[in-house]
């Protein structure tokens, strides 16, 4: 089975269980929704009539926050599971948005330089080459969009399994390609799901190549001194999970601020 026919069951699967990933945007999140998808305050002050693609984010979270805020709203994901969360409700809340069954890392459908902001949770882990869904991103946006995306750390991908002393194992290659063995200790990971483990030289690297410049990197903390060995948290104090990215789309010759010199990305 491809790993897009795998991931589409194991996500329609998750949505049907009602799993975390398909907690829903609340009134109150809705009545702050920059603030909500933004405490570090990546976004523009207003996204208002701005157009954004929520990226791999079904489930009724991004999208409904982002159009709740005033933006033109597109979703693509692969489970129409979880895109049947973000009709559901955007149609409970009288929102527009427009929802597109696709694979990120083949975006036909939409045009070229379409969206002022792309917004990616948790999602490159689906798919085995990151590059491809780059190039895809780059295309999609304008001159000076904007890239917001979080990734699962390799290193937190490399762990198979927890020793008896409660020291962690890193069971996995960094360079394992294709799709990641089970493991023992399936913190992080979503059941049925296939996964591929993103170097860093690929999570960054690429990005870089494919015209984006990274502004922003930042480690959401995971880690909670009191938790058992077991817990996610647990583990989290010994690897972090998750890396998110802010990035900029640079098509065009630019002055680099603080310099005199200026930088044509092809160059
Ligand atoms: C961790 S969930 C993110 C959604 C959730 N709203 C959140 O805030 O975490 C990952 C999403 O990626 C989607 N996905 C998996 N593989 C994909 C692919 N190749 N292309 C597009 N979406 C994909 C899943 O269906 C799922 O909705």
């Given at each position: 089975m491809s790993y897009r026919d795998q991931n589409r069951r194991a996500w329609d699967r998750l949505a049907a269980d009602n799993s975390?990933?398909?907690r829903v945007a609340t009134d109150e999140e809705c009545a702050q929704p920059l603030l909500t998808l933004d405490s570090r305050g990546w976004l523009p002050a207003s996204v208002r009539g701005l157009d954004v693609l929520c990226l791999?984010?079904?489930?009724?979270?991004q999208a409904i926050l982002y159009a709740s805020a005033g933006a033109h709203v597109t979703v693509v994901d692969l489970s129409p599971g979880m895109l049947r969360l973000d009709e559901r409700e955007a149609e409970k809340r009288r929102l527009s948005i427009r929802t597109i069954e696709a694979s990120m890392d083949d975006l036909h459908e939409l045009s070229d330089e379409s969206f002022d902001i792309v917004h990616q949770p948790v999602?490159?882990?689906?798919?085995?080459?990151i590059a491809e869904v780059y190039r895809e991103i780059a295309r999609v946006l304008r001159n000076d969009g904007l890239y917001i995306s979080q990734h699962k750390q390799p290193t937190s991908l490399q762990i198979s399994d927890r020793h008896q002393s409660n020291e962690y194992i890193l069971?996995?290659?960094?360079y394992q390609s294709g799709p990641l063995p089970p493991t023992?200790?399936?913190?992080?990971r979503e059941s049925g799901a296939s996964e591929y483990l993103h170097r860093w030289e690929q999570l960054v690297g690429e990005l870089c190549r494919a015209g984006f410049v990274l502004e922003d990197l930042v480690e959401p903390c995971r880690a909670d001194p009191k938790a058992r060995p077991g817990h996610y948290r647990h583990r989290g104090r010994f690897t972090a999970p998750y890396v998110r990215l802010k990035a900029r789309r640079i098509c065009e010759s630019r002055s680099i601020p603080g310099t005199t010199g200026v930088w044509t990305p092809d160059a």
């Open positions: 975390q990933f398909t791999a984010s079904g489930g009724g979270w999602s490159t882990c689906y798919v085995p080459r069971g996995v290659e960094y023992a200790d399936t913190s992080y």
